[in-house]
């Protein structure tokens, strides 16, 4: 009896063993996702506000002051315009172009149109997708934006929301999909960039320097000073742009980590040594040291460590700094006073020489020698600098020749400058209606 009792209980376990096998191989094959983490997460909402804080307030102040008043409203509605109107194409399309699933190496798949079927998690990191989009849709409101400076006083409204929202997809987002979106760029030739040093200031300076080109120069340039009417504003604006930075470069760590707190160490370093280097040239060249020297110097060493920042020791950032005011500063001299092109605010000098540099000495200075990250696996120091040079001139030429074109193609419908009588009137009247200050 106990025999037969023992037998027909082996059956029963035998059969549910069996059973059990299949649902033990499906559990294992289960693919699973991982949650957001909330830490990560707050951390990259916050960031999107000070990258957004950036432009407006920060940019519009930072530029604003440098112009005469006559033309201060007029900067702060071109900034926030193009602004606007970045962030709604990025929703629309912008996104998925530089985001989207990668396919081809060239452009994002149209998989997130509108933002539809976003992951819970962004691959890759620890946060929903809809915050990684938010965080990319303050990048992709800043770099068109930056533009500006190269030709207020004189741009017709209409021609630049027209280029920089056809901008912001034809340049743009390509690269962000080479650099950042699983692109050639960083797939086949590995070019790194932590923050933007090639997608956002090579891009944006580049840019500018072809359209201040193609719009011509200022009346009276360069034979009439035309000194900044609000150094004050200037310097408030600049201070914005520096503590929204922390965003900007820690929020690329895409994590609240020791990553975070090393790119904003590093940040803050070399905006530090760039502003004080700057003034100490001045203080040789003309004199004295500036506000407006300092503001711009503190700008040009955060654009230059942006594509670096997580990826050097403080020691480099401190390099970096330095080394963005010995270049950035002298390049003004060049492309105003030899070559005579008026890029009103000195984007290309400053955002663009600076971006470039900082993404090619990025090669050197994350080796382990200067305390840096290291390469990855079965790279060497002249292979990644070959790398970045490929990076950085490949995205310079794209941004020059598609810029020429949208600049042109744009300007046989809207013109790109205002009548002689209303920039000398000034844009706020001319272009708005309006007036900045009223004094009685």
Known sequence: MRSGMSRRFSVVAGALALAAIPCAALAQGEVQIPAADSGDTAWILISSALVLMMTMPGLTLFYGGLVRAKNFLAVLVQVGAIAAAASLLWVICGYTLAFGDASNGWLGAGNAWMLINLSEVREGTTVPESAFALFQMTFAAITPALMAGAWVDRARFGWVVAFCALWGLVVYAP???????????????????????????????????????????????????????????????????????????????????????????????????????????????????????FATG???????????????????????????????????????????????????????????????????????????????????????????????????????????????????????????????????????????????
């Not at 944006?204 to 009346?219: E, H, P, T, Y």
């Open 175 to 293: 690269v962000a999909h080479w650099v950042w979106g699983g692109g050639w760029l960083s797939t086949v030739m590995g070019t790194k960039d932590f923050a933007g040093g090639i997608v956002v200031h090579t891009t944006a300076g580049v840019s500018a320097l072809v359209a201040a080109a193609l719009i011509g120069k200022r009346q009276g340039f360069p034979r009439s000073l035309m000194l900044p009417h609000s150094p004050s504003l200037t310097m408030a604006g600049a201070a914005l742009l520096w503590v929204g930075w922390f965003g900007f470069n820690g929020g690329s760590a895409m994590t609240a980590s020791d990553d975070a707190a090393s790119a904003i160490i590093n940040t803050h370093l070399a905006a530090c040594v760039a502003a004080l280097v700057w003034i100490l040239i001045e203080r040789f060249k003309v004199g004295k040291p500036t506000s407006v020297g």
């Open 298 to 440: 503190a700008v040009a060493g955060l654009a230059t460590v942006t594509p670096a920042a997580g990826f050097v020791s403080p020691g480099a950032a401190i390099l970096l700094g330095m080394i963005a005011s010995s270049v950035c500063f002298p390049m003004i001299q060049l492309i105003k006073q030899k070559l005579e092109i008026d890029d009103s605010l000195d984007v290309f000098a400053v955002h663009g020489v600076g971006g470039m540099t900082g993404s090619i000495l990025l090669a050197v200075f994350m080796s382990p020698w200067f305390g840096g990250v290291g390469y990855d696996d079965g790279v060497t120091m002249a292979g990644q600098f070959a790398g970045q040079l490929v990076g950085v001139g490949v995205v310079a030429i794209w941004s020059a020749v598609a810029s020429a074109v949208l600049a042109v193609g744009i300007s046989v419908l809207l013109p790109m400058r205002v009548s002689e009588d209303e920039e000398r009137e000034g844009l706020d009247i001319g272009s708005h209606g309006e007036r900045a200050w009223e004094f009685d």
